[in-house]
């Protein structure tokens, strides 16, 4: 019922078991359900790639966390720039106006 990793485990009832890999702070299995749309997807592509379905969510699994922890890295420097005044916010309009000012001046260059 299983691959020998313990990452996934196939079960009748569409769920799948996630176990410590280092991302996970958990000592037993986690049961996670899936929506039938993403099982057949990950089915479809299990069997499109090749690779066994614990791969691929193994695979998915650890992009996520990676681009969660950059963008969680990215968000705390950002806030700390604003306090500190090392940047200034600017209203949401003036964005826009400058962006596209910059937009077409570049156009005005090609």
Request: hydrophobic fraction near 35%.
């Amino acid at each position: 019922m299983g691959d020998k990793t313990g990452w996934l485990t196939d079960h009748p009832n569409r769920k799948a078991y996630l176990a410590t890999c280092g991302l996970f702070s958990y000592i037993q299995p986690m049961e996670v359900h899936f929506s039938p749309e993403v099982e057949k997807k990950l089915n479809d592509l299990a069997a499109r790639s090749g690779r066994p379905r614990n791969e691929l969510l193994q695979d998915a699994f650890a992009a996520y966390f990676e681009e969660l922890v950059e963008t969680r890295e990215m968000l705390d420097s950002r806030y700390d720039e604003l306090k500190s005044d090392r940047v200034k916010p600017i209203d949401g309009e003036e964005a826009f106006a400058l962006l596209r000012a910059k937009t077409k001046a570049q156009r005005g260059r090609i």
